[in-house]
């Protein structure tokens, strides 16, 4: 009787080193440009925010933080960015509801007015971050510029290039950027073996993280004390904290096609900008002025002693700024969602903290991130990882990853934060 033999599959075959070595020095540029690309957006726009929320209110009597203030910047930024997108060629882009993390490559000629609609609204207050815009912005000058002067290089490079380094850039590692790709490249075939896919948009995203460290000293660290070993109170903590999150999120998200339709029934981004700014002024006027701009500082303060909130305050606060996410995403302002994300699951974490002492802050803020940020982005590791470098707690880390198992089986295969052009929410 033949013995019957078994054959292992192939494994696919690992790129040689000659394969990978032309891709370094692009990777580099464009990981060194895409990140100084960030830093100067983000250094113009933290100027004229402090110019408008502090010395001209003060020359004009009026208080920085009062509700008279409040309902003259909101809407004006909202009449500024709406100039923006109504005159400027290109009109700052496509319809932000419709984008995710992972931008299309853009015509050159829109991403001057895409670049000034971001800092005029990170400037003035609504509460969205400058991760979208700002990927978009260099995914489209990135491949621009690279089919000229590589014009033998595959187009699909520098999307995946320009994208991984602008990641890099913004949470300060190439770890979220390498995050992202694979998680990209799960859906997709693929050549050869993951880690020479990802060579060089690790190389990016590196180079990336590592300008705008020696550049602008980033940090997500909020100093929360660290967790000791975890117990099994900590474990049915990070069961609760972060499906609660995601549910109080995907309340967001199930509200964004109407509020976003909403506005488009004004028509006009004259109409529907100005009209989002009363809105958010209102909502600033609720929520305090921990509840406007992108949300990162602001996450710093509530950090600092988290003592000083009560659980009514800081889940006051939560609503408000999930509410402020919400409008600003659907009124047409250019940004995006992770950062005030991060804010409303770090003061849900922080609230619970507040309910029930006996649960750890640093164990709160983590899974209230996690749980918000799976439900507004549906990007797992990003929402892990975030998580995890806001604590800087390696005991948390387990409890996050079990975390998780829950607050996806929630989120999973329900409507995203995202719109088709129709309206219709993408699953």
């Not at 693929?190 to 990336?208: H, K, Q, S």
């Not at 980033?218 to 999150?245: E, K, N, Q, S, Y």
């Not at 995907?250 to 029934?265: L, S």
Request: hydrophobic share 55%; glycine share 10%; with cysteine.
């Amino acid at each position: 009787m033949a013995q019957e033999t078994t054959q292992e599959p192939p494994s696919a075959p690992t790129a040689p080193a000659r394969a990978l070595l032309p891709f370094i020095l692009p990777a580099v540029v464009v990981g060194v440009a895409a990140s100084l690309v960030f830093v100067g957006v983000s250094t113009a726009a933290e100027r004229l925010q402090r110019l408008l929320w502090g010395p001209l209110p003060d020359a004009l009597g009026v208080g920085r933080w009062s509700a008279p203030w409040l309902f003259i910047m909101l809407p004006v930024t909202g009449i500024a960015v709406g100039l923006v997108v109504w005159k400027v060629p290109g009109h700052a882009g496509p319809d932000p509801a419709t984008l995710s993390l992972h931008a299309p490559v853009l015509p050159p000629a829109v991403l001057p007015g895409l670049v000034l609609a971001t800092a005029l609204m990170l400037a003035g207050g609504p509460s969205l971050g400058p991760e979208n815009p700002i990927i978009a912005a260099n995914v489209g000058l990135t491949a621009w510029l690279g089919a000229r002067l590589m014009p033998r290089t595959p187009d699909t490079l520098w999307p995946v290039l320009a994208e991984s380094a602008t990641i890099g850039a913004l949470f300060g590692t190439p770890v979220a950027a390498a995050l992202v790709i694979s998680e990209a490249m799960a859906g997709r075939p693929m050549r050869g073996r993951l880690w020479d896919n990802v060579f060089a948009p690790l190389t990016a995203g590196a180079c990336g993280a590592m300008t705008t460290t020696l550049v602008a000293h980033p940090t997500f660290d909020l100093g929360l004390p660290p967790m000791g070993h975890p117990r099994a109170g900590d474990l049915l903590a990070a069961l609760v904290i972060a499906p609660v999150a995601a549910a109080l999120g995907m309340c967001a998200v199930y509200a964004f096609p109407h509020v976003h339709a909403a506005f488009r029934r004004l028509r006009h981004p004259m109409l529907m900008l100005p009209a989002g700014g009363v809105v958010l002024a209102g909502l600033g006027v609720l929520g305090g002025p921990l509840t406007l701009f992108k949300g990162l500082s602001e996450i710093g303060e509530l950090a600092r002693d988290p003592q000083d909130w009560s659980a009514g305050g800081l889940t006051t606060m939560a609503v408000v700024k999930l509410a402020a996410l919400l409008v600003a995403a659907s009124c047409g302002f250019r940004g995006g969602r992770i950062f005030p994300a991060v804010f409303v699951g770090s003061a849900v974490g922080l609230a619970a903290h507040a309910l029930v002492p006996a649960v750890h802050p640093s164990l709160g803020v983590a899974t209230g991130v996690l749980g918000m940020l799976l439900a507004i982005t549906r990007q797992g590791w990003v929402s892990l990882f975030t998580a995890a470098v806001l604590v800087a707690s390696p005991a948390v880390l387990a409890l996050l990853c079990i975390a998780s198992l829950p607050a996806w089986l929630l989120v999973t295969g329900r409507p995203q934060m995202q719109l088709r052009e129709d309206g219709t929410p993408v699953r």
